[in-house]
Structures are given as C-alpha cells and as structure tokens.
C-alpha cells in the first residue's frame, strides 16, 4: 500500500529545496508546521496507524539514495500515517516551539485518532522519540541507543556531548525514562559493549521497557539494521505487538551475513586470544565471502604463523 506518500526522488536538492519540497508534500497530504529555525513538522494522513520519526535532516537526506524521510519509506508500505519531526543537525528537540507544537496536538486530541501510535528514533532522536512519548499514553516506543539526559549532574560521565550543557534538560519533555512511563511498550536497543550507550541505556530500566541489544555492531546501529534491511520489519513487529527478545534474535541472525559485524567480532576474538573460535569464524566467512582479512588470518592460524 502506498497511501498518499510520494515516490519522488529528492537526493541532489540543497537543503532549502529540500526542505521546502517536504513541507510542500505534507501540506497537500495533511499538514506542515515550521517550529522555530532549526525544526519542521509533516504530517501526511493515511491509515489508522501513526508513526511519529524524529529524524534529521541531514540523515534524511543521506540514509536512503531517493533522500525521503525514512518514516515516509516504511508508512507508505504499511499504509500508516505519519508524523516527521525533523531537526537540523542534532538538537535533541530542546526547543520550545517543538513543546509548544505537542501542546498543540494533546490539546487537540490529534493523537486519539489513531489505534495505534509509535514513536522512533536513534540517537538524540531515540531520546526524543522517548521523550516526546508522553503525549500520546499507550503508544510504542522504539528508540535506538537514545540518551536518557544530558543533564550534567545525571550525566555527567558522557562526554560525548559537551557542547550540549548549557542546554536544559530539565523542563518539560526533560528526562526520557520517566516521559515513557505512560507508554504501553518501549524498546530500547543498544550495543553493550559500547559502555556510554549501554549506561543510558541502564537508566531506562522500567518495567515496560523490553532491552535488545546488538553486541559487537558499534555506533551507528540504525545504519546497520537498514544495511541488513532489518529495520523495518523489526518497527513492522513492534507496532503489531509481535517484537520481544525472541523474535528480536530472529531479525538479528542476519549478522551473520553482515562483514562490519564479523570484522568486529573477529577483532573481539583476536583481542582474547581465542584460537579456535577465530578459526571457525575464519572458515564460516572465506566459505561466503571474498573476505582477504580473514582469508590471511585464516592461513596463519593453519600454519602457526605470527
């Protein structure tokens, strides 16, 4: 089903262009919102499903080659509404006119017109996808390595983000896991080894919220759930009430296909010494892929070499 979403391809516009033809097809297909300098918002009607993205701009117009929002890619196969929230660069949404605009909606009772509705995002974004949730009691949440806080004096061991202290996170829409608690499910989905990730993810212990975690697959986690074309039945599953930690595992066995996962799992290996295990991992992916690194590791582990 396609709904009302448009196939156009927006890749090579700049960024006003761009912009402008986003909002334009919103407002013929719902509405357009600008909300202060930095953020936007399209909504386009279609199904009885809502899908809320906060996403950026410039991911958008680099995650996917026809440069739309992936909200539209996944709610024009779905026949789902949605709702882009989208920012310039990374502003975790701290903008009093983003507060303003789900005043708005709450008011008007926008989200009660939906059976379902599911908010998402990855990064600052998984943070507002969490945040933002608030508006809407019993919704999902599916938010990819979001930050809980960047209150200094909650987080103050993430350093990632300095420049981001001055910024408030205290008011209204402040402190992610306590804006979910009125969700009907959570997801929050993590790489454990990657510690300062797996920290906020700690903070959104609560008994709604379901951890999936992606061991061994770094940063950018939303790239390659898209890269194993796992993302959108994993948000398929999640709004139908399907997605727990078995039928997360499912999807995730993809990794074994996947050479960035292998070549840190390799590296994992090496880095304890484990022989045996490289070995068969060594033999598994030289069986399937032209994969030099682990064909030369492969060979000296046969040989003894160093």
Not at 26 to 37: T, Y
Not at 141 to 146: G, L, S
Not at 162 to 178: I, L
Request: charged residues 25%; hydrophobic residues 40%; glycine residues 6%.
């Amino acid at each position: 089903m396609d709904g009302n979403f448009p196939r156009t391809d927006l890749s090579g516009l700049d960024k006003p262009e761009w912009t402008r033809r986003v909002m334009e097809r919103a407002e013929m297909e719902g509405a357009a919102d600008k909300l202060g300098r930095s953020h936007f918002a399209a909504f386009i009607k279609s199904g009885s499903t809502l899908l809320v993205t906060f996403e950026t701009v410039q991911g958008m117009r680099g995650l996917t080659d026809s440069a739309q929002p992936l909200g539209w890619h996944l709610a024009q196969r779905q026949g789902w509404s949605h709702l882009l929230l989208a920012c310039d660069g990374d502003t975790w949404f701290r903008a009093p006119e983003v507060y303003d605009y789900f005043d708005q909606l709450i008011d008007d009772g926008f989200f009660d017109e939906f059976d379902t509705v599911m908010f998402y995002g990855a990064g600052p974004c998984g943070y507002a996808a969490a945040a933002f949730s608030v508006a809407a009691p019993g919704s999902t949440v599916v938010a990819i390595q979001p930050q809980a806080t960047l209150d200094p004096r909650v987080t103050e061991w993430d350093d990632r983000f300095t420049h981001m202290r001055r910024t408030d996170f205290t008011d209204r829409f402040g402190f992610a896991p306590d804006m979910i608690d009125g969700a009907a499910r959570a997801y929050v989905i993590y790489d454990p080894a990657e510690s300062l990730d797996a920290m906020h993810a700690a903070l959104f212990t609560k008994p709604n919220v379901t951890k999936l975690r992606m061991p061994y697959m770094g940063e950018a986690l939303q790239s390659h759930l898209l890269f194993m074309k796992r993302l959108f039945p994993m948000l398929r599953a999640a709004a139908d009430g399907r997605l727990d930690t078995a039928h997360f595992a499912g999807l995730y066995r993809a990794r074994r296909s996947h050479l960035p996962y292998l070549r840190r799992l390799l590296t994992r290996l090496e880095a304890t010494d484990r022989d045996r295990l490289t070995e068969a991992l060594c033999r598994h992916v030289t069986a399937r892929f032209t994969a030099p690194r682990f064909a030369r590791r492969l060979r000296m582990l046969e040989t003894g070499e160093e």
